[in-house]
């Protein structure tokens, strides 16, 4: 069945650090992924979004890669500052599904100063 | 351009009272999908509507049910609450019919006791 899970429920990194959040999914029809960070009392901000068509896709401080022969998608946040800890989710989606989402179980991106 | 939007944002209800929660997409956007959060079971899919049609449903009791509205305003109802409904409600809005990114609103937080 559909299903996207993350690897680490909690990742902890220094300030200035780089961050690599991963997420597994389980779905070989899914061609179109979203990272979210959503922070704490608010709802899920869009950070970036790649097709199955690409293997790689920057943005700024982020950069999401997409491994479709093991079914793999990581989000890299480089140096990592405070505001960006929250919890991060990557979400799935397949052509003709419409805008139904399927999310992972999040990971939480803590920085220590 | 105002992001999407959410109301009420707090809510209590008893259980076995129904419940109505609103949201205006960003302007232009028609497609509108819903989703429930709770700590247990994270981001689940509820349903989208598309074009005052609804496109997509998630794995929820007909306890849940929905519309969109001319102008794409969606309401989302919940009949007979139980305190199992306590949850953040969430609603997102993509611009267009094919899969593409969705924008989050603040979420409604329902709370039955």
């Known amino acids: 069945g559909e299903s996207v899970g993350l690897h680490l429920p909690t990742l902890s990194v220094q300030e200035g650090d780089n961050s690599i959040i991963n997420c597994a999914y389980s779905?070989?029809?899914?061609?179109?992924f979203i990272w979210y960070k959503q922070e704490s009392g608010k709802g899920p901000q869009f950070i970036i979004d790649?097709?199955?068509?690409?293997d790689k896709r920057q943005g700024q401080r982020v950069t999401v890669l997409l491994n479709k022969t093991v079914k793999h998608l990581s989000l890299q946040i480089a140096a990592t500052q405070p505001g960006d800890s929250a919890v991060y989710f990557c979400?799935?989606?397949?052509?003709?599904?419409?805008?139904?989402?399927?999310f992972g179980t999040g990971t939480q991106l803590k920085v220590e100063l | 351009k105002a992001g999407v939007t959410q109301t009420p944002r707090y809510l209590i209800k008893t259980r076995g009272q129904q419940v109505t929660l609103s949201c205006s997409p960003i302007?232009?956007?028609?497609?509108v999908s819903w989703y429930q959060q709770t700590p247990g079971q994270g981001l689940q899919f509820l349903f989208e509507?598309?074009?005052?049609?609804?496109?997509n449903k998630g794995n929820f009791p007909g306890r849940f049910s929905g519309r969109q509205f001319s102008n794409s305003r969606s309401e989302m109802n919940v009949s007979t609450l139980e305190l199992g409904d306590s949850a953040l409600y969430l609603c997102?809005?993509?611009?267009?019919?094919?899969?593409?990114?969705?924008?989050f609103g603040q979420g409604t937080r329902l709370t039955v006791v």
């Open positions: 779905n070989s029809a899914s061609d179109y």
């Open positions: 302007s232009g956007h028609r497609s």
């Open positions: 979400a799935e989606n397949r052509s003709g599904g419409g805008n139904k989402l399927t």
């Open positions: 790649i097709r199955s068509n690409m």
């Open positions: 997102a809005s993509s611009s267009s019919r094919v899969t593409t990114e969705a924008f």
């Open positions: 509507y598309f074009s005052e049609t609804q496109r």
